[in-house]
C-alpha cells in the first residue's frame, strides 16, 4: 500500500465515522424537536378539552379537530391516585370520519370537576404527517452523508495525489537509477522544506555511491593488475626450481602444491581483472549471437571435458534466441552457466538447455536449492562445492547480463536447479530473428 493510499483510506475512515455521527445526532435531534412540538399541540388541546368539561361548554365530536380524537371516563379516586401522572405514549388509534386506523400520538392525564369526580382524559393527534417528514428527513440525510462522503474522499484524493507529486516523481527517479550509470538530473522541484530535503539528501547518498563504486572498481582493477606480473614471476620461478636435478621428491611435490595455489590464485586474479573490464564497459564490440550455437558447442566442449562424469546433456530449440552483443561476452556467459551445471551435477544426472525467442535457461539436477540472495555474489561457495572453484562463476554472468540488461533469474523446482536469461522490456530492440 502506497503513502497516498493510506493517507485517503484513514482520512475516508476518519470521514466516514464523524459524518455517520452528525447525521444521526441530527437525524435524532430533528425528530426530537417535531415529537415535542406534537407534545406541546397535546397539552394544549388537552387543556381546551379539560375546560370546555368543566365548563359545561357542548363538546365537539372527537375527531373534529383536525383528525384529533379525544375520550373522556370517569375513573375512581384510588385509579386516580395510583395514576396520577401525565403520560405519553404511541399507538394505533382508529378517525372514525377517516374509518381507518391510523399511528398516533396519545397524552393521558388525571383531572378533577367541582363535585369531587375524578375524570381521566386521553387525547390523539395522528402523526402520518410526522413520519411522512421523518422518512423524508432520513432519505434526504442519507443521501446528503453520501455526497458529503464521497466529496470529501475526491477532495483529499486530489489534493493528498497533488501535494505528494514531489514525492512520486522522486520515487520514479529511483525506480529508473542503475547502480553504475549516470543518475541524471534530480527531477523534484517543490516548496516544501521536507520534500526539499529528502531530495538533497537523496542526491548526496547518490552521488556518494557512485563515487564509492568507482573509487572500488578502481581499486580492484588496479590490484588485480598489479598482482598478475608478482603471480607470473612466481609461477616461472617455481617452474625454474621443478627444471633443478638435484631436488628431492619431497620439495617438488611441495613445489607442484605451490605452484597449483598460485595457479589458482592467478586465476582467481584473472577473473577479477575480468569482471572489472565487463562493468567498465571495456568490450564495445557487438555483433548478433545466436546462443543456439554456443549452445550446441558449449555442450560439446563439457560433455567431452567432463565425460568421465556420464552426464546426459540435451539442447530443446523451440526458437532461435539471437541478441546484439560482445561475442567474447556472449560465449563466456553461455559457457559459466554450461560449466557449473557440469560441475555441480551429480555423476549420471542430466543437463537440460532450454531456448526461445525470448531467452533461455540452464538446468541441472539437484536436491537441495541455492540461496537465492547469495548465488550471484563473489566467492560464494557452498560447504558441497568442489575443490577448484572460485566461486566467480555465476558472479561473472551476473555482470555480463547488467552489462547488456539482460533478466537473471535463479529458480529451483521438482529437483533441478534452473538459472533463466531473459530479454527485459527496455532491450527488445536488440533481440533479433535468427533469420536477420
Known amino acids: 500500500m502506497n503513502l497516498s493510499t493510506k493517507i ?48 359545561g361548554e357542548p363538546m365537539p365530536y372527537s375527531d373534529a379537530v383536525a383528525y384529533n380524537t379525544f375520550e373522556i371516563r370517569e375513573v375512581t ?37 367541582a363535585q369531587d369526580r375524578y375524570y381521566e382524559l386521553t387525547v390523539s393527534v395522528p402523526t402520518v404527517e410526522r413520519d411522512s417528514i421523518s422518512e423524508h428527513i432520513l432519505k434526504w440525510t442519507v443521501i446528503l452523508y453520501a455526497v458529503l462522503l464521497v466529496a470529501i474522499i475526491g477532495i483529499a484524493h486530489s489534493v493528498v495525489r497533488h501535494s505528494l507529486r514531489p514525492l512520486d516523481a522522486l520515487l520514479k527517479w529511483f525506480d529508473s537509477y542503475t547502480h553504475g550509470d549516470s543518475p541524471g538530473s534530480m527531477p523534484v522541484e517543490t516548496r516544501v522544506v521536507e520534500f526539499r530535503k529528502l531530495s538533497d539528501v537523496a542526491k548526496e547518498a547518490v552521488a556518494r555511491l557512485e563515487s564509492r563504486n568507482e573509487e572500488q572498481k578502481a581499486f580492484i582493477g588496479n590490484v588485480s593488475h598489479e598482482l598478475q606480473t608478482p603471480l607470473s614471476v612466481c609461477t616461472a620461478r617455481i617452474e625454474m626450481l621443478l627444471s633443478d636435478p638435484d631436488l628431492t621428491q619431497s620439495q617438488a611435490e611441495q613445489l607442484m602444491k605451490i605452484d597449483r595455489s598460485i595457479r589458482d590464485l592467478s586465476r582467481i586474479n584473472k577473473t577479477l581483472l575480468m569482471i572489472h573490464r565487463i562493468e567498465n ?71 537440460k538447455v532450454d531456448m526461445s525467442s525470448e531467452g533461455f535457461s540452464v538446468s541441472n539436477e539437484g536436491a537441495v536449492p541455492l ?49 533463466h536469461i531473459s530479454v527485459s522490456f527496455q532491450n527488445r530492440h536488440v533481440l533479433l530473428s535468427p533469420e536477420t
Open 77 to 113: 379516586p384510588e385509579y386516580a391516585s395510583a395514576n396520577n401522572r401525565i403520560r405519553y405514549w404511541e399507538s394505533i388509534t382508529y378517525i372514525q370520519s377517516q374509518d381507518e386506523d391510523v399511528p398516533a400520538r396519545n397524552r393521558t392525564c388525571i383531572f378533577r370537576d
Open 281 to 351: 564497459d571495456s568490450f564495445p564490440e557487438s555483433e548478433k549471437i545466436d546462443f543456439s550455437v554456443l549452445a550446441v558447442e558449449g555442450i560439446e566442449l563439457y560433455s567431452e571435458i567432463y565425460a568421465s562424469r556420464n552426464i546426459d546433456a540435451s539442447l530443446d530449440v523451440r526458437s532461435g534466441f539471437v541478441f546484439e552483443m560482445n561475442r567474447q561476452l556472449a560465449s563466456m556467459l553461455m559457457n559459466n552457466l554450461l560449466k557449473n551445471a557440469f560441475v555441480h551435477g551429480n555423476p549420471g544426472s542430466k543437463v
Open 8 to 55: 485517503i483510506l484513514s482520512l475516508s475512515a476518519f470521514v466516514l465515522v464523524a459524518l455517520g455521527v452528525w447525521g444521526t445526532v441530527f437525524y435524532y435531534s430533528f425528530m426530537g424537536e417535531l415529537t415535542e412540538e406534537m407534545d406541546e399541540t397535546l397539552d394544549d388541546y388537552s387543556e381546551d378539552i379539560i375546560i370546555w368539561s368543566l365548563a
Open 371 to 419: 540461496d537465492r540472495d547469495k548465488i550471484f555474489t563473489r566467492f560464494y561457495r557452498r560447504s558441497s562445492d568442489k575443490d577448484g572453484s572460485t566461486g566467480l562463476g555465476l558472479a561473472i554472468v551476473h555482470s555480463i547480463c547488467q552489462s547488456y540488461g539482460l533478466g537473471l533469474e535463479y529458480f529451483w523446482k521438482s529437483g533441478w536447479h534452473i538459472f
